[in-house]
């Protein structure tokens, strides 16, 4: 694991270098959040949410991702939206040690520095295991399952928002500047990461802790592409969802506990698998056990038929061809025709299946093939760790209601914003 050392001298000495004039506009930018505390507590009383566009896609993009605008004055950058994370982070210039491409110029931090004691920054570490080196710094290491990581320093800068009940704000919030990052396997092409996760530093943590928006988060994935991100619970019937409690014991990811596999309405013997909920990870990855098992029965459901195995089609693992080119999943339903299931167990006690249907399990390659979007989680260093990744939520709504520790989903139409609901 590599160490925060690297250019700590040139990043101290770039926060050093702070004006008299960025002083009073500081003073100034905390005057007027000051004078917006009225407005957030009726936003928070109302219940009004902020909403994101998503644009990206499962196939062939690889990832969906949120413009956010940060900043004084605000400057746009592409997020990639990850649940299985807490930290939002940018490739920053402090200066940048490795900064890998990125679709906008590098984010100039502020001198607007996390002290390395302050709660936020003992919450992205393991309990006692961080030395305040520095102490009016909060330096950072995140590692992500692809083998990625961002190194750097956490400070505090201006993101505006735009709420659904149309009030503006601009309230200042922790974000990490990476000065030091190492691209994954399935590196993206993006200027950093929103971390959605369960923890403290998380943007929506932090906007509750504000009191500017309820602690929820939730997405809408479209199939053909896009979607919307949302902050709040202003924009869904809660009696319209299926709800499972959040696992307490596996607390560092949105987790509903352990579930059995289901093929075709049947038990498939595979149990008490760990899974979690990842808006990070394309592809949906179950352990080698549930994976081989998983395989076989589709394979053996598919003999006979006129569809043959494509091994020349590297696109995933396991991809199959027609007698002609798929052009969608619907193409390919009259072949896959059995629906999935994930069904959570809770102190011995069934809760709501979570139903993968074809569309939430194939791609269909640029070959035309029907691939597997379900992939060896153990092969990837997952270990015994399941992952429901973005295949498996489209066209539904999922929410992580950490308020209530509730994990939600619903079918919805996710290629277009939502209406709002109304407010007296």
């Known amino acids: 694991m590599r160490k925060g050392q690297v250019n700590v001298f040139i990043l101290l000495l770039f926060f050093t270098l702070s004006s008299a004039s960025d002083q009073r506009w500081r003073k100034a930018m905390i005057s007027t959040y000051n004078g917006s505390s009225s407005s957030s507590m009726m936003m928070n009383r109302v219940g009004s ?3 994101f566009p998503i644009h990206g896609n499962v196939y062939p993009a690889g990832y969906y991702n949120v ?4 900043g004084h004055p605000p400057k746009p950058y592409f997020l990639d939206l990850d649940t299985g994370s807490d930290l939002t982070w940018l490739q920053c210039n402090a200066p940048c040690v490795h900064c890998i491409e990125a679709p906008h110029p590098l984010y100039q931090p502020t001198n607007d520095l996390v002290a390395c004691k302050d709660q936020l920054c003992s919450a992205l570490h393991p309990p006692g295991d961080y030395k305040c080196e520095s102490p009016d710094q909060c330096d950072y290491e995140v590692e992500y399952a692809d083998g990625g990581s961002s190194l750097g320093v956490l400070v505090r800068d201006t993101f505006s928002l735009n709420y659904t009940n149309g009030i503006r704000l601009s309230p200042r919030l922790a974000l990490g500047c990476g000065y030091d990052q190492i691209p994954g396997t399935s590196n993206h092409p993006l200027d950093g990461i929103l971390g959605l996760g369960r923890g403290k530093s998380s943007i929506v943590s932090q906007l509750q802790r504000q009191g500017l928006v309820r602690n929820v988060v939730g997405h809408c994935l479209s199939g053909i592409g ?4 949302f902050f709040g619970d202003g924009l869904y019937d809660s009696s319209h969802v299926t709800w499972t409690p959040m696992s ?7 987790s509903p506990g352990s579930a059995e596999l289901h093929f075709g309405g049947k038990a498939t013997g595979i149990k008490n698998l760990i899974v979690i909920f990842d808006s990070g990870s394309s592809y949906t990855y179950l352990n080698s056990q549930a994976y081989q098992a998983l395989t076989e029965l589709l394979k053996k459901e598919l003999s006979g038929r006129s569809l043959k195995e494509a091994p020349e089609d590297q696109t995933l693992p396991l991809c199959w061809k027609g007698r002609k080119p798929f052009r969608s999943v619907h193409d390919a ?11 959570f167990t809770n102190s011995g006690r069934r809760k709501a299946p979570f139903e993968l249907h074809p569309e939430a399990y194939l791609i269909i390659s640029n070959k035309g093939n029907a691939c597997l979007g379900i992939l060896n989680g153990t092969q990837v260093g997952l270990q015994n760790l399941n992952v429901v990744g973005d295949i498996s939520m489209q066209d539904r709504m999922v929410i992580y209601d950490n308020e209530k520790q509730v994990i939600g989903w619903s079918p919805a139409n996710c290629d277009h914003l939502p209406m709002f609901r109304s407010y007296i």
Do not use: C, D
């Not at 339903?333 to 069904?343: C, D, E, G, I, W």
């Open 248 to 254: 307490q014991e596996f607390t560092k990811y949105y």
């Open 226 to 229: 896009g979607g919307f991100l």
């Open 49 to 51: 949410s902020i909403l």
């Open 333 to 343: 339903k009259k072949y896959f025709k059995t629906v999935l299931s994930l069904a």
């Open 67 to 70: 413009t956010i605008n940060i």
